[in-house]
C-alpha cells in the first residue's frame, strides 16, 4: 500500500475505500496510481468494483490511450535523470583523467615545455574556475530562495542560465581545454613539437568558437548577451547596467589572468608556436603588453565610475573612480623592475611601490567592507570591543549568520594583500605560485559575491516595496551536498 509521501511517490495518498467507486477522488487517485505503476490488491479490488457496477474509470473517451501516451512522457523523465548522472561521473573521470595525465607529464619535461604550458593554459584556469564558482553562487541563491535575478534588469533577465546550465556550459568548456592540455604535455614529453605546436590554437579557436558560435545551440541567446556585455565593458562610454557592473568588477578579479591570455595570443602570433619564452623579447615579462593588459580592466571600471558619476551626480561614484586608480601605480611601479638596475630599483623604486601597493590595498579593503557590503566597521558609532578592535556593525535582518561576515572580513583582509602578488609583473617568476594566489583572488570574488547581492536585494526590496519578498527572512539552515551545488 502506498502512503503520501512515499519516496518515489510523493504526495500521493491511499484511495478512500469507504467512498463511492464512481467518486471523481477515487477515479483520479486510481488513474494517477495507474500512471505510476503503483499496485495494491485495495488497489485491484477497488478497480474490479467499479468495473462491476458499470462505472468504468475511464468510461469518458479513450483514456486507456491517454493514460499510455502520459506514460510515454513520464518514462524519458527517468531516462534524463539517469542520463544526467551518467553524464556527471564521465566528466568527472575524465577531468580526472586528463588532469592526473597533466600533472604527471609536467613533471617529467623540461623547464621549457613546462614554460610554454604555463604561457598557453594557465590563463583558463582561474577563468573557467570562476564561471563553476558562479555557478555554485546561483545555486545557492536558486535553494535558499535568494530572487539575485532581480538585480539585473527585466531585459537582461530573460538571458540568465539557471546553475545546472551554467555547470554544463562551464564542464564543455573545461573539457577542451583539459583535453588539449593533457595531449599537448603528452607531445612535448615524447619531444613531439610540431605535434604539441597544434594545440594551443586549436584550443583557443575552439574556446572562441563555443562563445561566437552563430547557431541556435549551446545558449546562443546568453552567449551573444554575455558576448554584448563584454563588448559593453570594454567601451565604457554609455549608460551602465547592473549586469555591466558586476562583469566589470568580476574582470577587475581576473586582471592577471586576462593579460596572460594576451600574452599567450601575442606568443602565438608573433612566431613559432614552441619558441622557448626565455627568447621572447616582444611577448615577454619586460614587454610593455603586460603592465597593458593588468591595467585594461581598472580602466574599464574607473570609466564606469566616471561615467555614473555623470549620469546621477552620486559623489561616491567619484571615490569609486579613485580607488580603482591606485591600482596603476601598483602595475607601473612593478613594471620598472624590469627596465632598471637591482641597486637603483632597491634603493628607490621598490619603497615607491611597497606604498603603492600598502595604499591600494587599504583603499580597496574599506571599500568592499563599508559600500560594497554595507558593514559599518571603520565608521562604527559603537563603542563595543571584538578581538581589541571595534565590533563591526552589522544589520538587523542578516542572510547569513554573523560568523560568516566576520569570517569574510578577516579573509577578504588576507586575500587583498596577497591581490598585490599578481598585478606585480616583477613578482611572476614562481609560476605555480602566481597561480595559487590569482585563484585566490578568484575566491576571494567567488565569496564577495554573496554579500554584495544580499546588500543589492535590500536596497531594492526598501526602495520597490511592490517586488515582494527578495530575500528569505531567515537564514538558510541546511548545507547544500556537493550534487545539491554542482548538478550537471
Known amino acids: 500500500m502506498v502512503e503520501d509521501g512515499q519516496p518515489g511517490h510523493p504526495g500521493l495518498a491511499s484511495p478512500n475505500f469507504h467512498s463511492s467507486p464512481s467518486s471523481p477522488s477515487v477515479r483520479s487517485r486510481v488513474k494517477a496510481a495507474e500512471l505510476l505503476d503503483v499496485r495494491s490488491p485495495e488497489l485491484e479490488g477497488l478497480m474490479a468494483e467499479s468495473t462491476s457496477v458499470g462505472l468504468n474509470p475511464w468510461q469518458n473517451g479513450d483514456h486507456r490511450h491517454e493514460l499510455q501516451s502520459q506514460k510515454s512522457h513520464v518514462m524519458p523523465v527517468a531516462h534524463i535523470e539517469m542520463s544526467h548522472a551518467v553524464m556527471k561521473r564521465c566528466f568527472a573521470v575524465w577531468f580526472l583523467l586528463c588532469g592526473l595525465v597533466t600533472v604527471v607529464t609536467l613533471r617529467s619535461t623540461d623547464v621549457a615545455h613546462t614554460e610554454l604550458f604555463y604561457i598557453y593554459y594557465q590563463p583558463l584556469l582561474p577563468v573557467l574556475t570562476m564561471l563553476w564558482l558562479w555557478g555554485i553562487n546561483v545555486r545557492y541563491f536558486e535553494k535558499a530562495g535568494v530572487r539575485y535575478d532581480v538585480c539585473f534588469s527585466s531585459k537582461d533577465q530573460k538571458y540568465l542560465l539557471n546553475s545546472r546550465q551554467i555547470f554544463q556550459s562551464a564542464g564543455l568548456a573545461t573539457t577542451v581545454a583539459l583535453t588539449s592540455s593533457a595531449v599537448f604535455c603528452l607531445h612535448c614529453l615524447l619531444q613531439q613539437d610540431q605535434a604539441a605546436s597544434l594545440h594551443p590554437p586549436l584550443m583557443y579557436a575552439c574556446i572562441l568558437a563555443l562563445l561566437l558560435l552563430p547557431w541556435d545551440v549551446a545558449f546562443k541567446e546568453t552567449r551573444m548577451f554575455f558576448s554584448s556585455t563584454f563588448f559593453r565593458v570594454a567601451t565604457p562610454y554609455r549608460e551602465m547596467s547592473w549586469a555591466d557592473f558586476l562583469l566589470a568588477d568580476i574582470i577587475t578579479s581576473l586582471a592577471k589572468p586576462l593579460s596572460d591570455c594576451e600574452r599567450a595570443l601575442c606568443h602565438l602570433l ?14 615577454g615579462s619586460s614587454s610593455w603588453i603586460i603592465p597593458a593588459g593588468l591595467s585594461l580592466p581598472y580602466i574599464w571600471r574607473l570609466c564606469q565610475c566616471i561615467r555614473t558619476w555623470k549620469d546621477t551626480g552620486n559623489t561616491g561614484q567619484a571615490f569609486n573612480a579613485l580607488k580603482y586608480s591606485t591600482a596603476f ?29 600598502f595604499l591600494n590595498s587599504a583603499y580597496s579593503y574599506y571599500w568592499d567592507i563599508e559600500v560594497d557590503w554595507d558593514i559599518a566597521f571603520f565608521t562604527s558609532p559603537s563603542d563595543q570591543k571584538w578581538m581589541g578592535l571595534k565590533k563591526p556593525v552589522l544589520k538587523d535582518k542578516l542572510q547569513y549568520s554573523r560568523v560568516f561576515y566576520v569570517y569574510l572580513m578577516l579573509s577578504n583582509l588576507a586575500l587583498r594583500l596577497a591581490w598585490v602578488y599578481k598585478v606585480s609583473p616583477h613578482l611572476r617568476q614562481n609560476l605555480l605560485t602566481v597561480l595559487i594566489f590569482t585563484l585566490l583572488e578568484v575566491f576571494r570574488r567567488f565569496q564577495w559575491i554573496f554579500v554584495r547581492i544580499e546588500v543589492e536585494l535590500r536596497k531594492l526590496q526598501t526602495s520597490r516595496p511592490e517586488l515582494g519578498q527578495l530575500i528569505p527572512a531567515p537564514p538558510p539552515k541546511e548545507i547544500l551536498s556537493a550534487d545539491e551545488l554542482m548538478p550537471i
Open 270 to 283: 608573433s612566431g613559432p608556436v614552441m619558441l622557448p619564452s626565455s627568447t621572447d623579447q616582444m611577448c
Open 329 to 357: 601605480p601598483v602595475i607601473i611601479l612593478s613594471a620598472v623592475n624590469f627596465q632598471v638596475s637591482d641597486e637603483d630599483w632597491n634603493k628607490f623604486w621598490k619603497p615607491l611601490w611597497l606604498i603603492a601597493a
